[in-house]
């Protein structure tokens, strides 16, 4: 059982770090804070492992394969600091079963993007046709959607992480290496406070050496305390999952994550988690909501446009979905926030843009270094808080990549 209680005593430094915020990506950081030693608390405003934000469910997927060198280069990392989970956990992290991104004549996403950026990495992909994917994958057969002139990058590493495990066993490495993490402990404001930090919640004030904020839906609120602004929008999405008598060719080894490279955009995955039904979803296809407002009832409208899709993709032979909402906090850019809070050294804003959880250990990691005063690593430069791009208006255009 993780703790629950605060008791912090007020103006009295109680821990080196903070984390506000404990879903996938505060969790990390408190994670990869303990294992450097490091004394270190942490806050989440619902109960643990709560279905409220973008870390729960069963899976999430993880890929190679993506639409700039710099990403392809840095998922590298992420696969590598999930592996670090994996080795002290000894629970899979990792599920690979290879992914295809399909790309209709005309689609809205343009290939080149991705092969050239694979390319220049030097990362293994194919491409192929689609009566090549109707070959490889027999289920994509049973469906129209998937004709020859369909193509696809077929990326060999692909596969899954698991969102609500993974979050969870991170929450467990970190308190079995001494962190302390309080759920359903609201944080009411933070305060700088010279090079420190004052974190306010209803049992009491904790001053800190420095913070990690990682909200999510509520990153505005955070940063609108501390004088900043950045354009975001929080959106209600959902996922569905689709019941089959047969789900023989569904399965992980007989079938891939993958992704619709069109607008509108889906993917979806093999049978994993909920070993009944095969998982899809519609990528950014949600209205934007308070995340203090929202409902958490499925959309009727998007569950019937996915499941229309599902039947061109892969037949018929579905029953009724099950779905499940959750939250996407999406820049102006669709890139991640990682950085120290400019004035405020001591602060540091992480925000995955809807598509963070298959790098949230690398969040984590990084985090961490950032609490302990580590330099500003180049590769973060694209993440900064100060980039023009995170501050031009919002548009929805930009998320289809």
Not at 313 to 341: E, H, I, K
Request: hydrophobic share 40%; net charge negative.
């Amino acid at each position: 059982m993780l703790p629950v209680s605060v008791g912090c005593v007020a103006h009295a430094k109680t821990a080196d770090v903070a984390v506000v915020g404990l879903g996938g990506l505060g969790s990390a950081a408190a994670y990869w804070l303990a294992r450097r030693g490091v004394d270190v608390v942490g806050f989440e405003q619902f109960e643990l492992g709560h279905a409220r934000g973008a870390s729960h469910d069963h899976s999430r997927i993880i890929r190679r394969s993506y639409h700039t060198p710099e990403y392809v280069r840095l998922s590298a990392q992420a696969y590598d600091a999930w592996r670090a989970v994996e080795a002290e956990s000894r629970h899979r992290m990792i599920t690979i079963t290879g992914g295809i991104d399909l790309f209709p004549p005309g689609a809205a996403i343009d290939h080149r993007t991705y092969t050239s950026s694979l390319s220049a990495e030097s990362v293994p992909y194919e491409w192929i046709d689609g009566a090549d994917v109707r070959r490889r994958w027999p289920a994509f057969a049973a469906g129209e959607l998937i004709s020859d002139d369909v193509m696809a990058v077929y990326s060999p590493q692909s596969g899954i992480v698991p969102a609500g495990h993974g979050t969870q066993v991170m929450q467990q490495l970190a308190v079995a290496r001494g962190a302390t993490l309080h759920g359903g402990t609201p944080v009411r404001a933070i305060r700088p406070v010279g090079g420190e930090v004052d974190v306010v919640t209803d049992e009491g004030v904790c001053r800190v050496g420095s913070v990690v904020v990682a909200v999510d839906a509520w990153t505005s609120r955070v940063l609108q305390q501390l004088d900043m602004e950045i354009p975001l929008a929080v959106t209600l999405e959902q996922v569905s999952y689709f019941p089959r008598p047969d789900l023989r060719d569904l399965g992980v080894g007989r079938f891939p994550v993958w992704i619709w490279m069109d607008d509108p955009s889906f993917y979806g995955f093999p049978v994993f988690g909920d070993m009944t039904a095969v998982k899809a979803s519609e990528d950014c296809g949600g209205r934007e909501v308070d995340p203090d407002l929202r409902t958490s009832e499925p959309v009727a409208e998007m569950e019937q446009r996915l499941q229309r899709f599902m039947q061109r993709l892969l037949g018929n032979d579905f029953g009724a979905p099950r779905s499940v909402t959750c939250l996407y906090t999406l820049t102006s850019d669709r890139d991640f926030v990682l950085d120290r809070l400019p004035g405020y050294p001591q602060i540091s804003i992480a925000l995955g843009a809807a598509h963070g959880f298959k790098f949230a250990s690398w969040f984590g990691r990084t985090l961490a270094g950032l609490a302990c005063g580590e330099p500003v690593a180049e590769e973060l430069a694209p993440f900064s808080l100060t980039r023009p791009s995170l501050h031009a208006p919002i548009d929805r255009s930009a998320w289809m990549v």
